[in-house]
């Protein structure tokens, strides 16, 4: 039996082996309110954070977690939080390629293990979807997420 407790509580419910979840929110407030329990568990656990986040939001988004008691800068300094910019991940090389997102989002959840974090915990927005950058055309939002959930089924 795996001594390390693999479970993810979220919303009240424990999520099995297969864990991704799309949530639609009607602000940036309710997101972080449905959220923050989810993102402080998994620090409580030393489990790795890796969030991409608008360029714009940022500053806001560390703010938001330093207010429920993460140590950002302590965290940052660790590894165990990553913070990236879409311009770093969905759109490198100016484009939005889905290859190299899937592949970025696999090298992400095996480095972590490699690293000494039991679980990693993922964090994206997809309101980059709607900016007009090449290689948006072809993006399906439902091919685009069931190709994430078996990316995280590493």
């Given at each position: 039996?795996?001594?390390?407790?693999?479970?993810?509580r979220?919303?009240g419910?424990?999520?099995?082996?297969?864990?991704?979840?799309?949530?639609?929110?009607n602000?940036?407030?309710?997101?972080?309110?449905?959220?923050?329990?989810?993102?402080?568990?998994?620090?409580?656990r030393?489990?790795?954070?890796f969030h991409?986040?608008?360029?714009?939001?940022?500053?806001?988004?560390?703010?938001?977690?330093?207010?429920?008691?993460?140590?950002?800068?302590?965290?940052?300094?660790?590894?165990?939080?990553?913070?990236?910019?879409?311009?770093?991940?969905?759109?490198?090389?100016g484009?939005?390629?889905?290859?190299?997102?899937?592949?970025?989002?696999?090298?992400?959840?095996?480095?972590?293990?490699?690293?000494?974090?039991?679980?990693?915990?993922?964090?994206?927005?997809?309101?980059?979807?709607?900016?007009d950058?090449?290689?948006?055309?072809?993006?399906?939002?439902?091919?685009?997420?069931?190709?994430c959930?078996?990316?995280?089924?590493?």
């Amino acid at each position: 039996m795996d001594p390390i407790d693999r479970s993810v509580r979220f919303a009240g419910g424990t999520l099995g082996r297969h864990r991704h979840i799309c949530a639609f929110f009607n602000s940036i407030d309710e997101e972080h309110r449905v959220l923050r329990s989810f993102i402080k568990d998994g620090f409580d656990r030393g489990e790795k954070a890796f969030h991409i986040v608008d360029p714009e939001l940022r500053e806001e988004h560390l703010k938001r977690l330093a207010d429920v008691d993460i140590n950002v800068e302590r965290a940052m300094g660790s590894g165990q939080l990553e913070v990236r910019l879409w311009q770093d991940c969905q759109f490198r090389g100016g484009r939005f390629d889905q290859d190299a997102m899937l592949a970025l989002i696999e090298e992400v959840l095996r480095s972590g293990p490699a690293a000494g974090y039991p679980l990693t915990r993922f964090l994206g927005h997809m309101e980059w979807a709607l900016l007009d950058k090449p290689g948006l055309d072809d993006l399906s939002f439902i091919e685009f997420e069931t190709l994430c959930v078996r990316s995280v089924e590493i």
